[in-house]
């Protein structure tokens, strides 16, 4: 199992930003899909999950009418677009993939928000 993110950088306060998570090794189409984020000094934090056929998805109360998780099992791709962005979202983030227990991590992709 792979999980590589990829497109975060800085950004000003009420950009946007569309991250990717690029997996490989598993039945990727078959699996909900999942992005976290984890800010210096605290704990890693759920920002939304995507059902497998991209038709169920939910968000953390703070990411709701900002971010839009979805995905593409052709590509073996998930998407986080990220719009109006604030200073508190700057962290690093991640996709995870829960596959028969075992929890999978990509190596994660900073987005710094900042004027």
């Known amino acids: 199992v792979q999980l590589v993110e990829s497109g975060g950088g800085l950004v000003q306060p009420g950009g946007s930003l569309r991250l990717s998570c690029a997996a490989s090794?598993?039945?990727?189409?078959?699996?909900?899909m999942h992005w976290y984020r984890q800010a210096p000094g605290k704990e890693r934090e759920w920002v939304a999950t995507?059902?497998?056929?991209?038709?169920?998805?939910n968000y953390a109360e703070s990411m709701k009418g900002r971010f839009t998780i979805s995905r593409d099992n052709a590509k073996n791709t998930m998407y986080l677009q990220m719009n109006s962005l604030k200073p508190e979202d700057t962290a690093l983030y991640y996709c995870?993939?829960?596959?028969?227990?075992?929890?999978?991590w990509g190596q994660g992709t900073q987005v710094t928000v900042s004027s």
């Open positions: 995870n993939a829960k596959i028969r227990l075992v929890n999978y």
């Open positions: 090794g598993f039945a990727f189409g078959t699996y909900y």
């Open positions: 995507i059902g497998n056929r991209g038709r169920t998805t």
